[in-house]
């Protein structure tokens, strides 16, 4: 059974910084990755790493946020710096496993002062 496990969000002033990590279990993953969904907003990538450790992030967090992966753990992680308001959201922990697409439970995100 694959189980997907955020943590890390909460609430951070602008131009602070976050930490999240996800373990997964449960299967050998070739892509994981970081979605984040704002209210009223759709669901977007934020980044994604391979496991050969190519990476690649939306435009909006370039310069900011780092996403890592330690393998031997099954974990992913987003390092976000300078975190700014609009990065508020519901933030999605997702895995591939050969063609099958996972998610966590989601970890909230709050930039405000």
């Known amino acids: 059974q694959v189980q997907l496990v955020e943590s890390g969000g909460g609430l951070v002033q602008p131009g602070g910084s976050l930490r999240l990590s996800c373990v997964a279990s449960g299967s050998i993953f070739n892509a994981m990755g970081w979605y984040r969904q704002a209210p009223g907003k759709q669901r977007e990538l934020v980044a994604a790493?391979?496991?050969?450790?190519?990476?690649n992030y939306a435009d909006s967090v370039k310069g900011r946020f780092t996403i890592s992966r330690d393998n031997a753990k099954n974990t992913v992680y987003l390092q976000m710096n300078s975190l700014k308001p609009e990065d508020t959201a519901l933030y999605y922990c997702?895995?591939?496993?050969?063609?099958?697409?996972?998610w966590g439970q989601g970890t909230q995100v709050i930039v405000s002062s």
């Open positions: 790493i391979t496991r050969g450790g190519s990476a």
């Open positions: 997702h895995a591939r496993a050969i063609l099958l697409d996972y």
